[in-house]
């Protein structure tokens, strides 16, 4: 309120007093200074009974308006110790933070909150009963998706741990001696891992879409990375065992399994999450699936064996079939990417980004990680390896900055005062 705009010979706490009095709602902009502000004479401001701000804030805590607290500029809520007698139920109230970065998200919950206040009689009314197309999710995903899921997840775990010995065990060495293969088994061990937590989640109400996203995700990139290892297998002079073969086999339905699990999920998803994520995440993604397929065709391993086999590069190796995952993954989250902008099931498309993103990462750990840590005269790591898990971390980037902006733009309300930030 402005007292200078009063009238002359105005009694300006009376007026203040009826002007709070028959407001709904007041604002308490509270920045990084406004707790200790002095007056001339170097005193605290909020400890004078005449001060303006102290006025209003403390005639409204005492009658019916709503008082909201607003953080801006990095302020947090103060206690109750620090503010005065008839302030201290302020540091109680629900608060709502502006952040300078994101601020129009939290100018959104400010003004839904407001739009609750001025109607009391529609806020105060029980929720409408669900629409039909959301009664499936709220029972949860339907049957014949928890059959696959289940079926799925065995598989791949039974597939995985036929093939331990050999993705863990691939007898590359460092300078030391010790066996390095284990970054081999990075991305089939977070494949399980990843796929069988965001199996779990996709049964929460309040995660499920994200994670049925992040299945789908987990699964196709499977579904590349096995289609890879038994074409691999039938085309190289070494004779797999039937045992590796099988386990790949076995792998392959698993993942097949569990991406075909996240169909009637994604089937009964009506929901809309709110505004578009922007431009951003997908230029990410889009950018690191060419970075990704850049990273198959520049040498990744600059060392004198690979120079003398002519096989430094991922798309040389095994008659180009090793470099059939990467590129697959990169494209699927490429094609992921554009349904980050429709209404429906945006959140299933990020889940999904995620989840091959961070395969993607794993898998390229593998090239970065061995040709630096073997000796020399083996192999050296070479621009190829950057440029693939560059890529593979953009998509990742891509995944989780939609994420970011989706929940934002899925916050109803304010902060709670004692967590807000």
């Known amino acids: 309120m402005d007292v200078e705009a009063l009238q002359p010979g105005v009694d300006f706490v009376e007026r203040i007093e009826t002007a709070v009095g028959s407001a709904d709602a007041l604002l308490v902009v509270v920045g990084r200074g406004w707790l200790g502000a002095k007056d001339g004479a170097g005193q605290r401001r909020l400890d004078d009974p005449d001060d303006f701000v102290r006025l209003e804030v403390g005639t409204a805590l005492r009658g019916d308006p709503v008082v909201i607290p607003v953080l801006v500029g990095g302020a947090t809520m103060p206690e109750e110790e620090e503010l005065p007698g008839d302030l201290a139920l302020l540091a109680r109230r629900n608060a709502v933070t502006l952040i300078d970065t994101d601020w129009r998200s939290g100018m959104a919950r400010l003004v839904a909150a407001l739009e609750q206040i001025r109607e009391p009689e529609t806020s105060q009314l029980p929720p409408p009963p669900p629409p039909p197309e959301r009664r499936e999710e709220e029972r949860g995903p339907p049957l014949l998706a928890t059959i696959l899921g289940l079926a799925g997840a065995g598989l791949l775990v039974l597939g995985t741990v036929l093939r331990a010995d050999e993705v863990a065990h691939p007898g590359l060495a460092d300078t030391s001696g010790v066996d390095v293969g284990f970054f081999t088994s990075l991305a089939p061990t977070g494949l399980v891992v990843g796929a069988l937590g965001a199996l779990a989640l996709s049964y929460s109400r309040g995660s499920g879409r994200i994670g049925t996203g992040l299945l789908l995700g987990f699964a196709l990139a ?4 096995y289609v890879g290892v038994l074409v691999t297998a039938f085309h190289t002079t070494a004779e797999e065992s039937s045992r590796l073969t099988g386990g790949a086999a076995l792998a392959l339905l698993g993942c097949l399994l569990l991406a075909a699990a996240a169909v009637p999920r994604i089937a009964a998803d009506r929901e809309d999450p709110g505004e578009d994520v922007g431009w951003l995440p997908r230029v990410l993604v889009l950018a690191g699936v060419a970075i990704v397929v850049a990273g198959t065709i520049v040498p990744f391993n600059d060392g004198p064996r690979p120079q003398e086999s002519g096989l430094g590069a991922v798309i040389d190796r095994d008659g180009g079939w090793e470099a059939f995952a990467p590129i697959a993954i990169a494209v699927l989250a490429g094609a992921a990417s554009f349904f980050l902008t429709t209404g429906r099931s945006r959140l299933v498309a990020c889940g999904a980004i995620i989840g091959l993103g961070a395969f993607a990462t794993l898998l390229w750990v593998r090239y970065l990680a061995v040709p ?16 693939g898990f560059g890529g593979a971390v953009a998509i990742l980037a891509g995944g989780l900055v939609a ?11 304010g902060v709670p005062a004692g967590r807000a930030t």
């Open 403 to 413: 994420r970011t902006r989706l929940r934002s733009a899925a916050v109803p309300g």
């Open 222 to 225: 499977g579904v590349a990375w």
């Open 372 to 387: 630096m840590l073997q000796p020399d005269t083996i192999s050296s790591v070479a621009l190829g390896a950057f440029l």
